[in-house]
T-cell receptor
Framework: DQQVKQNSPSLSVQEGRISILNCDYT??????FLWYKKYPAEGPTFLIS?????DKNEDGRFTVFLNKSAKHLSLHIVPSQPGDSAVYFC????????????FGAGTILRVKS | ETGVTQSPTHLIKTRGQQVTLRCSSQ?????VSWYQQALGQGPQFIFQ???????GRGNFPPRFSGLQFPNYSSELNVNALELDDSALYLC?????????????????FGQGTRLTVV
């Protein structure tokens, strides 16, 4: 039972344009959501997070949007850069669970120069 | 670089053998979580250790076991290895506040151990 789903295995975007990565979840108990980026031969690196009491969180070029009614979140990267090419994982948890993360399968982002 | 180190980086074992993977947590962190990432999938939570005790477990059989030491480093042990255990094993360290307050702190991942079972 996949509680966190990333339905797009890959995404290709031109440098300078917007990248939009999507994530859906099924467990309404989740109240904290995170995005991680992973390069080959490295562990996942934390990018940005959002609590369920918010619907948007920004950090530089990265913005995460949360739509609780649709159980959907998205990560926007503007402008996209070639160095953003990596696998992006969406993760969810309940704060009481303390960093026990449920991950999606990941989306491979390729930014073309 | 996160300060979370895992050893070894790569390992090949035969089916039925036992393996121990190690993780040094980041300075100031008291919680270690282990994840298994199979090819083409996202990391799956195995278990978490907080103050040397298991603090939650995912859907993994008892042949997956762990330890946390007083310095907060941790080991993952897998007995009776199966071919499906071939995966990237990730360790994540974080800080849990003393009263398990409803706050979430960032988890920092190590680079992982690539285990191949043949």
């Amino acid at each position: 039972d996949q509680q966190v789903k990333q339905n797009s295995p890959s995404l290709s975007v031109q440098e300078g344009r917007i990248s939009i990565l999507n994530c859906d979840y099924t467990n309404s108990m989740f109240d904290y959501f995170l995005w991680y980026k992973k390069y080959p031969a490295e562990g996942p690196t934390f990018l940005i997070s959002i609590s369920s009491i918010k619907d948007k969180n920004e950090d530089g070029r990265f913005t995460v949007f949360l739509n609780k009614s649709a159980k959907h979140l998205s990560l926007h990267i503007v402008p996209s850069q070639p160095g953003d090419s990596a696998v992006y994982f969406c993760a969810a948890t309940k704060l009481e669970y303390g960093n026990k993360l449920v991950f999606g399968a990941g989306t491979i982002l390729r930014v073309k120069s | 670089e996160t300060g979370v180190t895992q050893s070894p980086t790569h390992l090949i074992k035969t089916r039925g053998q036992q393996v121990t993977l190690r993780c040094s947590s980041q300075s100031g962190h008291n919680t270690v979580s282990w994840y298994q990432q199979a090819l083409g999938q996202g990391p799956q939570f195995i278990f978490q250790y907080y103050r040397e005790e298991e603090n939650g477990r995912g859907n993994f059989p008892p042949r997956f076991s762990g330890l946390q030491f007083p310095n907060y480093s941790s080991e993952l042990n897998v007995n009776a290895l199966e071919l499906d255990d071939s995966a990237l094993y990730l360790c994540a360290s974080s800080f849990t506040p003393p009263l398990l307050a409803r706050v979430n702190t960032e988890a920092f991942f190590g680079q992982g151990t690539r285990l191949t079972v043949v």
